[in-house]
């Protein structure tokens, strides 16, 4: 991440943004269940909030150095180090999954949906993924100068992650993109076949 990114992140002002107006409004008809997956948290603004929320937080988390700092502050939460394209939990391990403020890290759509694919295959049948993102701007390209930025264009994910096998899929935007989907039971699954 870039300088904007490191300093905006972990600042003081961010956590509360995330915690305060974000995961209240996405998460407000989630359950979250026992078992929860976020991959890319970063310095941990949501990490900080889930791991009150459920009992066993699992943050995998791509850069080595953020995740060791991740460790040491939250010392109940897994972390792990690892590239959210290509996990390596077993299928149906978590309860939900969570993506928050990082799908535009991810530089390719292709990329983007093979995370989201890999959080269905780890997704138990009937679990939720939770996600929010930065809506495109150029404010967004600009902040992100020197960096990945590959915004998640909102009209598209509806149909993304239909398409990918979720179900009851919904997708808001306003001042950021949020969305939740869940992945079908195996009677739902058996019904759609
Ligand atoms: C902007 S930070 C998000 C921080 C946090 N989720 C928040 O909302 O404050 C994005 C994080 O995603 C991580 N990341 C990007 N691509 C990843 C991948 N493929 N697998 C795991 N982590 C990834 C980055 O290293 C970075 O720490």
Not at 21 to 32: H, I, K
Not at 112 to 120: K, T, V
């Amino acid at each position: 991440m870039n300088y904007n990114h490191d300093k905006l992140c972990g600042s003081p002002e961010w956590a509360p943004h995330i915690q305060d107006e974000v995961l209240p409004a996405v998460t407000a008809r989630v359950d979250l269940g026992q078992r929860m997956l976020e991959i890319g948290p970063g310095p941990g603004a949501a990490t900080g909030w889930l791991c009150q929320r459920v009992p066993r937080l699992t943050a995998l988390e791509r850069d080595e150095t953020a995740a060791a700092v991740l460790a040491g502050k939250f010392p109940g939460v897994q972390v792990a180090v690892g590239d959210a394209t290509a996990m390596s939990y077993p299928d149906c391990s978590f309860d939900s999954v969570g993506s928050f403020t990082m799908l535009h890290h991810v530089p390719a759509t292709a990329l983007q949906n093979q995370i989201l694919a890999e959080a269905l295959r780890v997704l138990r049948p009937g679990g939720v993924l939770v996600g929010s993102d930065s809506l495109p701007s150029d404010g967004l390209h600009a902040f992100h100068e020197g960096d990945t930025c590959h915004p998640v264009e909102p009209s598209t994910l509806l149909v993304r992650l239909q398409t990918l096998g979720f179900g009851a899929v919904m997708v808001a935007v306003d001042e950021v993109l949020m969305f939740t989907a869940r992945k079908p039971s195996s009677q739902e699954r058996d019904q759609g076949a």
